[in-house]
């Protein structure tokens, strides 16, 4: 069976890169829903700042085009032909698929207690997930983030005592601004580590913030050379979120909202909003990390957590977004059986959910028969079965930790906990 994997990756490459090459429309079709695209991710307001970039103007200058990072930008100026940009998201995307089969190899090799599931059957599902092939189709430049969390992660687990993880931290903090809620549970995760190595945990957590911080700090630099000198990327890239500048439809929670407020109200609730989408990240790693008997998938479970506390509470999800969040949830084969809703249920309201957006979204911009009620509501729909989704796994979490703390065979023994 592992040999079928090289296979299944080239299937995962030809599918990403012939289908939007034969089809060059959809990825602009795409592009114009608000499920793939917001003004912090979205493919076209990139190729327009690259347009200005080619044509001697800068697009950090001229008004508020972009808010990608002008690192992201440079790249994307060596990469005009849309076949290369096919084949750099097809490679993207592929990539992330490989890393997640190199996951899921060490948690097995971490956990012996536990079964997962083979290397085959997670490339074969992120090969063919739809949720993978639809944002590699969008060309969301959230894609590239997404390869870089998770390689984070994998270098995390190889070497807990590494700096690298850090530097990739920093480099997904700038892609993207929610990223550097995660320096919490790496250094927690390094900080157990060491203790268990009998090591000093003061000299590494230290030396964790300086790697962090230094690289956040070269970044910015080049950042800011890239942009002729000038610190409005800044505001542009981040700001823009923290500040919730741009109010569009889309499956967040904050867009509806901020509508209808008075604008007297609206720093107020803007900084309960962004509080919000921090305030989970320590309690779930001091729970879940923590503890003196934590392990590594523990470790990859409570980041996977606070993952998808932040993709539900951030000010501009997608669907790419969503895509990290149910790959990785792939990696927890052991939890399974203590779901209250099988995945399957899950996926499928998932889903339902996801296809009754756009004709929502459709109806109300397109038709002018709807409102904004009609796709709100589906919205919050789609984050209530993201939250339902993830306090089932962690009650299932907590049982399998009950069992496995008093050796209890739950094969053998008939036992049910009960939530107080």
């Given at each position: 069976?592992?040999?079928?994997?090289?296979?299944?990756?080239?299937?995962?490459?030809?599918?990403?890169?012939?289908?939007?090459?034969?089809?060059?429309?959809?990825?602009?079709?795409?592009?114009?829903?608000?499920?793939?695209?917001?003004?912090?991710?979205?493919?076209r307001?990139?190729?327009?700042?690259?347009?200005?970039?080619?044509?001697?103007?800068?697009?950090y200058?001229?008004?508020?085009?972009?808010?990608?990072?002008?690192?992201?930008?440079?790249?994307?100026?060596?990469?005009?032909s849309?076949?290369?940009?096919?084949l750099?998201?097809?490679?993207?995307?592929t990539?992330?698929?490989?890393?997640?089969?190199?996951?899921?190899?060490?948690?097995?090799?971490?956990?012996?207690?536990?079964?997962?599931?083979?290397?085959?059957?997670?490339?074969?599902?992120?090969?063919?997930?739809?949720?993978?092939?639809?944002?590699?189709?969008?060309?969301?430049?959230?894609?590239?983030?997404?390869?870089?969390?998770?390689?984070?992660?994998?270098?995390?687990?190889?070497?807990?005592?590494?700096?690298?993880?850090?530097?990739?931290?920093?480099?997904?903090?700038?892609?993207?601004?929610?990223?550097?809620?995660?320096?919490?549970?790496?250094?927690?995760?390094?900080?157990?580590?060491?203790?268990?190595?009998?090591?000093?945990?003061?000299?590494?957590?230290?030396?964790?913030?300086?790697?962090?911080?230094?690289?956040?700090?070269?970044?910015?630099f080049?950042?800011?050379?890239?942009?002729?000198?000038?610190?409005?990327?800044?505001?542009?890239?981040?700001?823009?979120?923290?500040?919730?500048?741009?109010?569009?439809?889309?499956?967040?929670?904050?867009?509806?909202?901020?509508?209808?407020i008075?604008?007297?109200?609206?720093?107020?609730?803007?900084?309960?909003?962004?509080?919000?989408?921090?305030?989970?990240?320590?309690?779930?790693?001091?729970?879940?990390?923590?503890?003196?008997?934590?392990t590594?998938?523990?470790?990859?479970?409570?980041?996977?957590?606070?993952?998808?506390?932040?993709?539900?509470?951030?000010?501009?999800?997608?669907?790419?977004?969503?895509?990290?969040?149910?790959?990785?949830?792939?990696?927890?084969?052991?939890?399974?059986?203590?779901?209250?809703?099988?995945?399957?249920?899950?996926?499928?309201?998932?889903?339902?959910?996801?296809?009754?957006?756009?004709?929502?979204?459709?109806?109300?911009?397109?038709?002018?028969?709807?409102?904004?009620?009609?796709?709100?509501?589906?919205?919050?729909?789609?984050?209530?079965?993201?939250?339902?989704?993830?306090?089932?796994?962690?009650?299932?979490?907590?049982?399998?930790?009950?069992?496995?703390?008093?050796?209890?065979?739950?094969?053998?023994?008939?036992?049910?906990l009960?939530?107080?």
């Amino acid at each position: 069976m592992p040999s079928l994997i090289p296979f299944i990756l080239i299937i995962s490459i030809l599918l990403r890169f012939i289908i939007p090459t034969l089809l060059p429309n959809l990825s602009q079709l795409l592009d114009q829903s608000p499920i793939f695209s917001t003004p912090i991710n979205s493919y076209r307001t990139l190729k327009e700042a690259v347009f200005l970039a080619t044509n001697s103007l800068n697009p950090y200058k001229q008004g508020e085009i972009i808010h990608h990072p002008p690192i992201l930008l440079e790249v994307f100026k060596h990469l005009q032909s849309p076949t290369l940009i096919n084949l750099f998201f097809a490679l993207v995307d592929t990539l992330f698929g490989l890393q997640l089969i190199k996951l899921n190899q060490q948690l097995s090799k971490k956990d012996s207690k536990h079964t997962y599931f083979p290397s085959y059957i997670i490339a074969a599902f992120y090969t063919f997930n739809p949720l993978a092939l639809l944002a590699t189709f969008a060309k969301s430049t959230y894609l590239i983030n997404n390869l870089v969390i998770i390689t984070l992660l994998n270098s995390l687990l190889s070497n807990p005592f590494s700096l690298f993880p850090y530097f990739l931290l920093a480099l997904s903090t700038s892609l993207t601004y929610y990223s550097w809620y995660f320096i919490v549970p790496l250094l927690a995760y390094s900080s157990r580590q060491a203790t268990n190595h009998h090591l000093p945990s003061s000299p590494i957590i230290v030396k964790g913030i300086i790697a962090f911080l230094s690289s956040l700090s070269l970044l910015t630099f080049i950042n800011y050379k890239l942009s002729a000198s000038s610190f409005n990327f800044i505001q542009l890239v981040y700001g823009t979120i923290v500040s919730f500048k741009k109010i569009t439809p889309n499956l967040g929670l904050w867009w509806y909202f901020f509508t209808e407020i008075f604008e007297f109200f609206s720093a107020f609730y803007t900084a309960i909003f962004n509080l919000y989408s921090f305030i989970f990240i320590v309690p779930m790693t001091m729970r879940f990390i923590g503890p003196s008997t934590s392990t590594t998938a523990d470790a990859l479970f409570a980041i996977w957590c606070e993952i998808g506390f932040v993709n539900f509470s951030r000010a501009y999800p997608t669907i790419t977004d969503l895509n990290l969040y149910f790959s990785l949830s792939m990696l927890f084969k052991p939890l399974y059986r203590k779901l209250k809703f099988p995945t399957a249920v899950s996926n499928l309201a998932m889903f339902t959910a996801l296809l009754l957006l756009p004709v929502f979204y459709y109806v109300w911009m397109g038709f002018n028969s709807g409102n904004a009620n009609f796709f709100y509501a589906m919205g919050l729909v789609h984050n209530l079965i993201q939250v339902l989704m993830l306090t089932d796994f962690i009650w299932s979490k907590l049982q399998i930790e009950y069992y496995d703390t008093h050796e209890i065979d739950i094969d053998k023994v008939n036992l049910k906990l009960t939530q107080i």
